[in-house]
């Protein structure tokens, strides 16, 4: 029997996070669906099981230190390596002028958004280094500078700079670290961001995980 690749998906009980989950799925790859939302990630585990793929569901707040580092030791116990990480989970901070954000709405989009991805690279590593030809992709979005966006883009901004040094470091001893930047898609996120917009002029949220997959060494 065939081992099946093991991938982790964050922010997979809904929109982007959700798509990729189930784009990957099949009968050789077990996803690990990391999200808050239960509901949404139960749904998900039915659409990879019609697809003929096995799944473990993650009911986490990614900001859960302990709980992530119980995963990833759940993960080696079971499978030993991480062939696959995709790094959907964001945090849409209510836009503001700079002056005027809050305390909690930048302590939170600096712990989801940017915390959270250094705690997630420092902890998945070692697993990807264990898989024949681990990666980490991480899902971007460039707000930085735009107005209202100043707790947002900050924390996307940190990101950014944070996984352009992971990947730097490890180009000679891997994993394969990459980023994937969507098309604007009528996810909740961005409803948060733009209520108004017209939606049907938006990108598929489907076709734009199918254009990430196409990246990926597979």
């Known amino acids: 029997m065939t081992t099946p690749r093991i991938a982790l998906v964050t922010g997979?009980?809904?929109?982007?996070?959700?798509?990729?989950?189930?784009?990957?799925?099949?009968?050789?790859?077990?996803?690990?669906?990391?999200?808050?939302?239960?509901?949404g990630l139960e749904e998900l585990a039915d659409k990879i099981e019609a697809k003929g793929g096995a799944s473990t569901l993650i009911p986490l707040d990614i900001t859960d230190e302990a709980g992530l580092r119980s995963m990833c030791r759940a993960i080696h116990d079971r499978w030993g390596h991480l062939d696959l990480l995709i790094h959907a989970a964001a945090h849409a901070t209510p836009m503001s002028p700079a002056d005027m954000t809050a305390t909690k709405d930048w302590d939170k989009a600096m712990a989801v958004n940017a915390t959270a991805t250094q705690r997630l690279i420092a902890l998945t590593r070692p697993l990807l280094l264990a898989a024949k030809a681990g990666q980490a992709v991480f899902v971007t979005d460039a707000r930085a500078g735009e107005k209202f966006f100043g707790a947002y883009g900050a924390a996307k901004a940190a990101q950014s700079a944070l996984i352009d040094s992971y990947r730097a470091e490890t180009l000679q001893t891997g994993p394969k670290v990459s980023t994937f930047q969507p098309a604007p898609m009528p996810t909740a996120l961005r409803a948060r961001f733009f209520p108004g917009e017209d939606r049907a002029a938006l990108a598929s949220i489907e076709a734009e995980a199918a254009r990430l997959i196409k990246t990926l060494t597979l």
């Open 12 to 39: 997979a009980s809904r929109g982007f996070g959700f798509a990729l989950a189930e784009a990957l799925a099949g009968p050789d790859t077990h996803i690990l669906a990391l999200a808050r939302t239960t509901g």
